[in-house]
T-cell receptor, first 112, second 113 residues
Framework: KNQVEQSPQSLIILEGKNCTLQ??????????LRWYKQDTGRGPVSLTI?????NTKSNGRYTATLDADTKQSSLHITASQLSDSASYIC???????????FGGGTRVLVKP | DSGVTQTPKHLITATGQRVTLRCSPR?????VYWYQQSLDQGLQFLIQ???????AKGNILERFSAQQFPDLHSELNLSSLELGDSALYFC????????????FGPGTRLTVT
């Protein structure tokens, strides 16, 4: 069964610090992996999409990495801001069909 | 603002009732996806439509149904509502081709009492 596991479930960091979120997946065959940011009660917003051949992709202070061999991805947040407080969701798309498998998310709280 | 609109924003109804949620995709997007997110839970994929045709089905209950109309807007119908159906319902749309990037709407919060 295709799965996407995220860790940690939740995280508290001080404003200005860095943090890294993890995503492990078993989805196969793999098409692409996305990271979304979801503010409480709002729709998710895409941060990055990476295909098999991409190892790193940045979007401002967000940097995602992908190791397709080990089926692992990470999202690094640099110099965190209070507005980074949100849930971060890892989503993997299968190569066959349109099915997306969602991770359970990591809830990040940035404290001043 | 993603360009995806959903109505209504909030809906409160009683058990056993039926409701319809509406979604208008971004201009040019042919695919519409429906998701359910219960309190403090992850997103659960319900169903996808592409240009009026059902394309993929997820964990959608038989009491739920959806359709996409010729103008590409979509409706999600929820019937015989139960307390456990209380959740945020998100619609997303994506353009044809490419990486199927999805743009999410603001959601409809359904409360069943």
């Amino acid at each position: 069964k295709n799965q996407v596991e995220q860790s940690p479930q939740s995280l508290i960091i001080l404003e200005g610090k860095n943090c890294t979120l993890q995503c492990n997946y078993t989805v196969s065959p793999f098409s692409n992996l996305r990271w979304y940011k979801q503010d409480t009660g709002r729709g998710p917003v895409s941060l990055t999409i990476m295909t098999f051949s991409e190892n790193t992709k940045s979007n401002g202070r967000y940097t995602a990495t992908l190791d397709a061999d080990t089926k692992q991805s990470s999202l690094h947040i640099t110099a965190s801001q209070l507005s980074d407080s949100a849930s971060y969701i890892c989503v993997v798309k299968e190569a066959a069909g349109n099915k997306l498998t969602f991770g359970g998310g990591t809830r990040v709280l940035v404290k001043p | 603002d993603s360009g995806v609109t959903q109505t209504p924003k909030h809906l409160i109804t009683a058990t056993g009732q039926r409701v319809t949620l509406r979604c208008s995709p971004r201009s040019g997007d042919l695919s519409v996806y429906w998701y359910q997110q219960s309190l403090d839970q992850g997103l659960q994929f319900l169903i996808q439509y592409y240009n009026g045709e059902e394309r993929a089905k997820g964990n959608i209950l038989e009491r739920f149904s959806a359709q996409q109309f010729p103008d590409l807007h979509s409706e999600l119908n929820l019937s015989s509502l139960e307390l456990g159906d209380s959740a945020l319902y998100f619609c997303a749309s994506s353009p044809p081709g490419g990486h199927y990037e999805q743009y999410f709407g603001p959601g409809t919060r359904l409360t069943v009492t």
